[in-house]
């Protein structure tokens, strides 16, 4: 078996999650190949002494690969997913951070969940992208142009609200005059798009969720539509530019700009490891049934 390591950052909480899933994997006899800038971080950590072979992008990573194991938070495994891309490898999350509901195995139950991985007691559940283009072209953008969590316009360099006026499959449907828009996958539901009002989608609902970032409008709400509905957004403000973010992923883009976002061809294959269900992830995290008078 073969795995693919990946993480963004090294903390003294996640020195003792590093060395359990290694010494795990090193003792049955599992193939480890580690992404080339992790690698150079826990070789500085003196965390590890021995050569691996490395990888650095998508194109490293093909069919012979079991999985890419992420450890870190939400957010590790946003990056993770632009070095996957359309490989098809599924990605497992090492809960590493705070509150996540995308990286689901806990650092106390390390052990025992990869020993489901090694017996290949696991399913996965496929999330969708959002792909963007924008005319004129903007280079920043074209390089990484899809998100796992969501893609937001905001502001830049104002208290002004902006408007964002929007059509879906062409068709008008609001002016949102805003902080900003966001246009969210199931994933994304319980993530930016939650904190601003926005539904929880569970990850297979073939949907998307536009949730508005404090509207002026006060009868603006979020709106849940079909996932196949191309959206087109054109933004317009005081400041000559506004926000685009992909996920974690900011660039500016000049008003005006005609924004197209639609899901991928392709999805992000999610590691499930049994009993640890999206259900059960809501209620630990959002401490569903902790009223007492429940």
Known sequence: MKVAIYGQYYQNSTEPIIKDIFQFFKSNNVEMVIEETFLKMLYEKELIKKEYKTFSSSTSLDSSFEMLISIGGDGTILRAATLVRNSGVPILGINAGRLGF????????????????????????????????????NDAIAELNFAMNEVTVSRKDTTSMITVETYLNNEYLNSYWADGLIISTPTGSTGYSLSCGGPILTPNVASLVITPIAPHNLTARPLVIPDDTEIKLRVSGREDQYLISLDSRISSVKNESVLTIKKTDYKIKMVEIPGETFLKTLRNKLLWGEDKRN
């Open 102 to 137: 995308l990286a689901t195995v806990q650092k106390e139950k390390i052990d025992s969940f990869l020993q489901f991985v090694i017996d290949k007691k696991y399913t996965t559940s496929e999330r969708t992208l959002l792909s963007l283009t924008c005319e004129p072209q």
